[in-house]
C-alpha cells in the first residue's frame, strides 16, 4: 500500500508541470509571457498581427492597427502573407516553423531603392551584407557586411541580397541576449506568386510591404504579433 501511494504522489505532483506553460526568460526575445506582451501593447502605438489561416498552414493574414485615444483601430485591410514551411511555432535554428509571440520591429531593409515618404530607418543590403544562421559563430543572429569568403567565415548565412529581401522589416526575435540553436534571420520580407512559404519569416507581395514600410513610423514603437 505504501508503494502504490508513493507512485500516485508522485503522479499527481507530475501532472501540473505538464500543464503549466514554461517561458523562455523575457529578455531572449525567443518568446513573450503574456505579461510581457502587454507591456510591449502599451508602449506600442502601431502593431501588425498575423494571423494563420485555419485552412492550410502556410498562409495567414497580416493586419494593420493604430492605438487611437488608448484603443486598437484597424488601419488597413486584410493582408495576405504565407508563414512557415511547418507552420508557427519555433523553437529551433532550422525548424521551419515561424515563432509565436509578441515582439519588437527592428530597421528596415533591402538591396531595392528606399521607397519614397518612407521616414522609417532602412538600411541598404549589398552583396557584402549577410546574416549570420551558423550557430556556433559568435555573429550568430547579427547583420554582418564582410568582403571575404563568407564560406570559410561561417558555416551558414543569409545573403541580404537574396531576390526576396528586396524589402524587408527585422522581425526582433531571440536577441538580449541572443541564445544560440533558438533561430535567426526571423524578417517580414517580399514574397512573389511563386513563394508558397517561408523557412520562418513572414512574406506578402511587394505592393502590401512597401505600404507598410511608408506607414511605420519608429516613435510608435511597433510591434508585430504573431498568434499560434
Not at 78 to 100: L, N
Not at 115 to 140: G, L, M, Q, R, V
Request: proline share 6%; with cysteine; charged share 30%.
Amino acid at each position: 500500500m505504501k508503494t502504490k501511494f508513493i507512485k500516485f504522489f508522485m503522479v499527481v505532483l507530475f501532472i501540473p508541470l505538464l500543464i503549466i506553460p514554461a517561458y523562455p526568460s523575457e529578455a531572449s526575445g525567443i518568446s513573450t509571457s503574456s505579461e510581457k506582451a502587454r507591456e510591449l501593447k502599451q508602449e506600442a502605438a502601431q502593431m501588425i498581427v498575423v494571423t494563420p489561416s485555419k485552412k492550410s498552414k502556410t498562409t495567414g493574414t497580416m493586419q494593420r492597427y493604430e492605438k487611437r485615444n488608448g484603443k486598437w483601430k484597424k488601419v488597413s485591410t486584410p493582408m495576405k502573407v504565407v508563414i512557415g514551411k511547418k507552420g508557427t511555432g519555433k523553437t529551433k535554428e532550422g525548424d521551419a516553423r515561424t515563432p509565436v509571440g509578441t515582439f519588437r520591429l527592428g530597421t528596415s531593409f533591402g538591396w531595392g531603392t528606399k521607397p519614397t515618404k518612407t521616414k522609417y530607418p532602412f538600411k541598404k543590403a549589398t552583396k557584402y551584407d549577410y546574416w549570420i544562421d551558423d550557430a556556433e559563430s559568435k555573429d550568430y543572429n547579427k547583420w554582418v557586411r564582410y568582403k571575404g569568403n563568407p564560406h570559410k567565415k561561417w558555416k551558414s548565412f543569409e545573403r541580404l541580397n537574396h531576390p526576396l529581401y528586396k524589402y524587408g522589416v527585422v522581425i526582433r526575435y531571440n536577441e538580449k541576449p541572443i541564445v544560440k540553436g533558438a533561430g535567426s534571420a526571423i524578417f517580414l520580407h517580399v514574397k512573389t506568386s511563386k513563394t508558397k512559404y517561408t523557412l520562418g519569416c513572414v512574406a506578402t507581395s511587394e505592393k502590401n510591404l512597401i505600404k507598410t514600410l511608408k506607414w511605420l513610423d519608429s516613435k510608435k514603437k511597433p510591434i508585430i504579433v504573431i498568434k499560434p
